[in-house]
């Protein structure tokens, strides 16, 4: 606690007034990166909504940009993914957090089926997680082996193949 109120330039009572634990904290950053990329997922929709493939690049360039700092980001996520792992109200509030997420996404990816009169032939939802895991997993193996797997490389490749499996 010490260490995030110097670096952010606060008091422990400033921290505590705004936040009950770091997991507050934590669950607060990731609610705030999904409400931005979600909004400019949406604002990309007036225009690209009906060509899904336009659509699937230019929201996977937003997820690449979404946390400046891809290694931190990813280590901040991670840990708090392994906390949850073995906290059980950590992994509620991660639940909780990453369902909100999933199901916004879900309508954005209804909203663009429909958009674009595609038909998904795995639920919606279904779609989402896949491609959350895709991503996080890439991210993992970009990380670790920048020279081998270039940043968004195989969401670029993968995604439009499994997209075109699943719709018609």
Same mark, same amino acid.
């Given at each position: 606690?010490?260490?995030?109120?110097?670096?952010?330039?606060?008091?422990?009572?400033?921290?505590?007034?705004?936040?009950?634990?770091?997991?507050?904290?934590?669950? &607060? !950053? =990731?609610?705030?990166?999904?409400? $931005? %990329?979600? @909004?400019? +997922?949406? *604002?990309?929709?007036?225009?690209?909504?009906?060509?899904?493939?336009?659509?699937?690049?230019?929201?996977?360039?937003?997820?690449?940009?979404?946390?400046?700092?891809?290694?931190?980001?990813?280590?901040?996520?991670?840990?708090?993914?392994?906390?949850?792992?073995?906290?059980?109200?950590?992994?509620?509030?991660?639940?909780?957090?990453? &369902? !909100? =997420?999933?199901?916004?996404?879900? $309508? %954005?990816? @209804?909203? +663009?089926? *429909?958009?674009?009169?595609?038909?998904?032939?795995?639920?919606?939802?279904?779609?989402?997680?896949?491609?959350?895991?895709?991503?996080?997993?890439?991210?993992?193996?970009?990380?670790?082996?920048?020279?081998?797997?270039?940043?968004?490389?195989?969401?670029?490749?993968?995604?439009?193949?499994?997209?075109?499996?699943?719709?018609?």
């Amino acid at each position: 606690m010490e260490d995030i109120c110097e670096r952010a330039g606060f008091t422990r009572g400033a921290f505590y007034s705004n936040f009950g634990s770091k997991d507050e904290l934590v669950l &607060a !950053m =990731f609610q705030a990166t999904t409400d $931005r %990329l979600l @909004e400019q +997922i949406g *604002a990309l929709l007036p225009d690209l909504a009906n060509q899904p493939g336009s659509l699937l690049d230019a929201v996977l360039g937003l997820l690449d940009d979404a946390a400046p700092d891809q290694r931190q980001w990813h280590l901040i996520s991670t840990e708090f993914t392994l906390d949850a792992l073995r906290n059980a109200d950590a992994a509620r509030a991660l639940n909780e957090q990453r &369902a !909100m =997420f999933r199901e916004q996404l879900t $309508r %954005l990816v @209804e909203e +663009i089926t *429909a958009a674009s009169n595609l038909r998904l032939s795995v639920p919606p939802e279904q779609f989402v997680r896949l491609v959350m895991a895709l991503h996080e997993g890439a991210r993992s193996q970009y990380l670790l082996e920048p020279a081998k797997v270039p940043a968004g490389s195989l969401e670029h490749t993968f995604l439009p193949m499994i997209l075109e499996t699943v719709s018609s």
